[in-house]
């Protein structure tokens, strides 16, 4: 398993930006499919994004395509969500997850690691 620490989440007015960021800690990061979920209360948690080990291929949602970018640094083992022209729909706990993949899946079910989640809010 892989020990995720996600930063950056904060309150902006809606058509902003944000960068989220995920640490990560353990020797399978640089082999492991990254993403990026989100919930908001008394909903499921959602796919956003994904990233490949290399970096080299990526898969968005349909609701934030166009406007977020998942990347990654392997040297610094870290994974970002770059958000932007933000909406108030946007406003959910945003987790990183890892999973021992080498395709991009956007199901929760094949991530075995979490981080513990920060806040987003958009306001309008």
């Known amino acids: 398993h892989v020990q995720l620490v996600e930063s950056g989440g904060k309150s902006v007015p809606a058509g902003g930006t944000l960068r989220l960021s995920c640490a990560a800690s353990?020797?399978?990061?640089?082999?492991?499919?990254m993403g990026w979920f989100r919930q908001t209360p008394g909903t499921e948690r959602e796919f956003v994004a994904a990233?490949?080990?290399?970096?080299?291929?990526?898969r968005v949602a349909d609701p934030v395509k166009g406007r977020f970018t998942i990347s990654r640094d392997n040297a610094k083992n870290t994974v970002y969500l770059q958000m932007s022209n933000l909406r108030p729909e946007d406003t959910a706990i945003y987790y990183c997850?890892?999973?021992?993949?080498?395709?991009?899946?956007?199901?929760?079910?094949?991530?075995?690691?979490w981080g513990q989640g920060t806040q987003v809010t958009v306001s309008s």
């Open positions: 353990g020797h399978t990061f640089s082999s492991s499919t």
């Open positions: 990233i490949h080990w290399s970096g080299d291929f990526t």
């Open positions: 997850a890892a999973a021992p993949l080498r395709s991009l899946s956007a199901s929760i079910d094949e991530y075995d690691s």
